[in-house]
């Protein structure tokens, strides 16, 4: 907590000296004053919306929350309103915190990074943990960059393996310094390292084979600072499963494995004979059969009890597989022309030699079987949430036809579709999510916290579907129908981010890439 206040003001030092280093149209700011004026305010914490509200914030936080509403008013002696260096009007808007992606992807070269960015950032996304994609260097550097102001990106936590560091190419180091990786008494000196190399977010899928050592790490890790984040692999889900994760001390539990596993009645799946984990279409399929040998009893009863027991906390990351339960659907979604760019699409079109583009011989068979898996899959999270357990928000975009930022709120109504409440929705996006990356000035719109918020033209708590940057049809007070919505504004660290210039910006970067582009997509489609 302590080290959190300071780096908070560290962060507050650094961008208040400089606060017009960006061309304004793009990003404001941070501004020794911002108001948002007349705005219905989403807390973060489960509690119900309230308002109208001005909110004031000074450099990177929020100072000042002056309720407007009548009751209030008549308390209150003439009638004073809040305002700034800027003023933004958010009449007939929603305020929530920003939205914390724990697990996503900026893919590798030549998927711009801006565009990546500025999706994110443009559907009220404005911390990410996401695959060292290009290299662990190279995201320290973005990282560093980001906080000092300097990269239009949300806030960058990327992910560390538990593994000695080496370039791309590069080969192994000398099997001495591994074995010194695989040394559980070595863990806490290594975890400090990497905490103090700048690392937070540390994955251990790589130590699953051995439960001391990955018992090991996640403790170690912790006591430094960090946090552990795990993808159970189906390869050695027999040692440890989501289960057996969690009462060894991983933090978080990424997409859907291990979970049924936890509830076999032998001790590992039914894999056939033929199976070869590293055939992805293989291990895709069988990934999702897993859930149709699970008793279900044992699944909801003792595995979840276990779970919330453990303190392991679940991020789903539902958005990325849909493309399972209806491979056309996900492949044809109508934003793919404008939105998605065109080195994702030839990233995601089926294709032995990258990964996650496993749907080249896709059957009804495996959509059945992956439609069960959801609904399997869904009512698990229910439940945990339910029964106390902290779910998390993680979309794994920019895989498997997730286009980034369009998964966000994807995400959100898939969440809804599993049994939470919108506001539950919202808090595991915003509150949840900052706790368990051990940032507790963030997640809430409250006075103290640093100033993460987004400003949605319309109320996300009656449609998630608002929050797409192309927004979606409602009625107007005429009766009209109208197009409306979108995340407006967002602001990150008390820097105004402008989303329709953000959009402007990745619409033309799609075009440019698709100028000379025959889509593989609209090929399958024609007589
Ligand atoms: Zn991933």
Known sequence: MQEQVVRGALVLGLLIPAPHVFAQELRGGPYRSLAIRSAMIIPGHGGPAYGPADILIEGNRITRILQLDPVALGRGG????????????????????????????????????????????????????????????????????????????????????????????????????????????????????????????????????????????CKAVYAAGGITTIHLPPSTNAVVDAVRAGELGVTMIEHHYGYAESALQ??????????????????????????????????YGEVVDRLVKSGVTMIPTMAVYEANRDIVRAMGLPWHEKYTHKALIDLFYPNPSHHGAYHWDWTSDDEATWSYTYRTWQKLIAEFNNRGGTVGYATDDNYIWATGGISNVRELML????????????????????????????????????????????????????MYAFGALTRDASGKIVRKGRVRWTIKDGAVFDNDTLMAKVVRSVEESKRAFSDPVKKLFAP
């Open 78 to 217: 003439p009638s004073e309103r809040l305002t700034g260096e800027r003023v933004i009007e958010a009449g007939g808007m929603y305020v929530m915190p920003g939205m914390i992606d724990l697990h996503t992807h900026i893919r590798e070269d030549p998927v711009p990074l801006e565009y990546v960015y500025f999706m994110k950032l443009a559907h009220g996304v404005t911390t990410i943990a996401h695959g060292a994609d290009r290299g662990y260097a190279h995201a320290l550097e973005q990282a560093r960059l980001e906080k000092a102001g300097q990269l239009h990106a949300p806030r960058l936590y990327p992910l560390r393996g538990w593994a000695p560091e080496r370039k791309r190419g590069e080969p192994p180091p000398p099997l001495s310094e591994q074995l010194r990786w695989r040394d559980p008494s070595e863990a806490p000196a290594l975890a400090r390292q990497v905490i103090a190399e700048g690392g937070h977010v540390v994955s251990v899928g790589e130590i699953t084979w051995n439960p001391e050592l990955f018992g090991a790490v």
């Open 266 to 299: 032998r001790t590992v799946q039914d894999f056939p004979g033929a199976y070869n984990f590293n055939a992805e279409d293989d291990r895709f399929r069988h990934a999702g059969k897993v859930w149709q040998q699970a008793p279900l009893d044992r699944l």
């Open 415 to 466: 969440m809804q579709e599993a049994g939470l409440h919108p506001l539950e929705v919202i808090r595991s996006a915003t509150h949840n999510s900052a706790k368990i990356l051990r940032r507790p000035d963030l997640g809430l719109v409250q006075t103290g916290y640093t100033a993460d918020l987004v400003i949605v033209d319309g109320n996300p708590l009656h449609s998630f579907r608002l």
